[in-house]
């Protein structure tokens, strides 16, 4: 049985909304032809609207995924429409969720197999709920709430690209309109200065030049593997996702060279590499796949290390301002390096190593968009020897780390 009232009247609906059944659902439809197809059903816990009638030919009847007082029946009513085309495609009728919508795009995306992990991870830790709600009901609001919850103004952007992305492929449009969520709503993603220029701002006497704590640091690293990695990113400035990811058949230590597959352009590049790099690796030569192997926690199968921490000085620590039980003051260790610092270390060390800034850009795997960097290495390569810059690179690092690099062939079970 159906009961009408004004589903405009906010008092009307509420009182209904209070007056909860003890099993069942009792529903509500409009007093007047306004709202067509639209009603409230208000059960136990909540009070919910529904689409009730003929949909595309069939006789459907659907929750809209949205409460009452927190959308209103104006609100609840347009997602009718929405309803109405998604379900009216045979491409995305079957499209349940956003989740969904999200495994669709990313079997057909041409990005970088790294980039949508990211995204894929992201999304899972940050919009769970969004990717459990139909495509058809998730509002502005929703995203809104979602993204600004995220810590990171960096993270919100690519949370919010990737929804994007898995809306791409509906018939429906995005819950976020063009024009909307700005850099002024999510926050603009600047240029973070790297944790040792912190530090040496903070601290006058530390000599910036002396980069000994940092390598320090990556020497502390247990696990041999990522702290070869961390020798791989700071003498090479590649960037952190594709050292992680490197295979043994892009590396050839005779040549000493590294090949990047699948670069943001989608083209392939062979670098040179230093001494130190080639030392390192050879260190960790193993019969895997990946150059730096790690074991899956969900599935079991080798795949490559996804992150690598922060690490900290090697001796000094902050004051809290807290005591412990034995009031001594509790100190926390200071951040010295973490994965993307270590391009603008190299970067720093190619200007007393006098090398031109379109060849730095090239051997970090930099990419332009209309690839002027690649022209300037190819037109002037007979001038400029790559493996005669790296070499003088890693003159300047040796110089600024205070030590010659050595390595142990690590263990292997």
């Not at 620590?317 to 001594?328: M, P, R, S, W, Y």
Request: with cysteine.
């Amino acid at each position: 049985m159906t009961a009408t009232l004004n589903l405009d009247s906010v008092t009307q609906v509420r009182n209904a909304a209070k007056d909860k059944p003890k099993s069942g659902t009792v529903w509500y439809s409009h007093d007047g032809d306004k709202y067509p197809c639209l009603y409230l059903g208000v059960g136990k816990r909540a009070a919910t609207w529904y689409f009730k009638g003929r949909l595309n030919g069939k006789s459907r009847q659907k929750s809209l995924e949205a409460t009452f007082p927190e959308t209103t029946a104006a609100q609840a009513f347009a997602k009718i429409d929405a309803l109405a085309v998604h379900h009216g495609s045979e491409t995305t009728s079957e499209i349940k969720k956003v989740r969904d919508a999200w495994k669709e795009y990313r079997a057909g995306a041409t990005a970088k197999q790294s980039t949508l992990d990211d995204q894929e991870s992201k999304l899972e830790r940050y919009a769970e709920t969004i990717l459990n709600k139909s495509p058809t009901s998730v509002t502005l609001l929703d995203v809104r709430r979602c993204l600004l919850a995220i810590p990171s103004v960096s993270t919100r952007h690519h949370v919010k690209a990737a929804l994007n992305n898995a809306y791409s492929i509906l018939d429906i449009p995005s819950p976020i309109p063009r024009g909307k969520l700005k850099a002024k709503q999510l926050g603009k993603v600047r240029k973070r200065p790297t944790f040792w220029k912190e530090l040496c701002d903070a601290n006058p006497e530390i000599d910036r030049r002396d980069w000994s704590p940092m390598w320090q640091a990556i020497m502390a690293v247990k696990n041999p593997l990522r702290r070869t990695a961390w020798v791989v990113m700071f003498f090479t400035g590649i960037r952190s996702d594709d050292v992680r990811s490197l295979r043994w058949d892009q590396i050839d230590l005779a040549r000493k060279t590294i090949r990047l597959d699948d670069m943001k352009n989608g083209e392939t590049r062979t670098l040179p590499i230093c001494d130190t790099v080639v030392a390192a690796l050879s260190a960790i030569r193993s019969n895997y796949a990946f150059v730096f192997p790690t074991t899956s926690t969900k599935t079991g199968e080798t795949i490559y290390i996804d992150h690598l921490d922060t690490l900290m000085h090697p001796t000094l620590k902050e004051d809290t301002g807290k005591l412990d039980n034995k009031a001594i003051p509790i100190l926390k260790p200071i951040p010295v390096l973490r994965q993307h610092d270590t391009r603008h270390h190299f970067t720093s060390a190619c200007g007393p190593a006098r090398v031109p800034s379109y060849a730095a850009a090239f051997l970090r795997g930099d990419i332009t968009s209309d690839n002027r960097d690649d022209d300037m290495v190819m037109e002037y390569q007979e001038d400029l020897d790559l493996h005669d810059l790296v070499m003088d690179i890693e003159k300047v690092i040796i110089d600024r780390i205070k030590v010659t690099p050595a390595f142990e062939v690590a263990e292997t079970d």
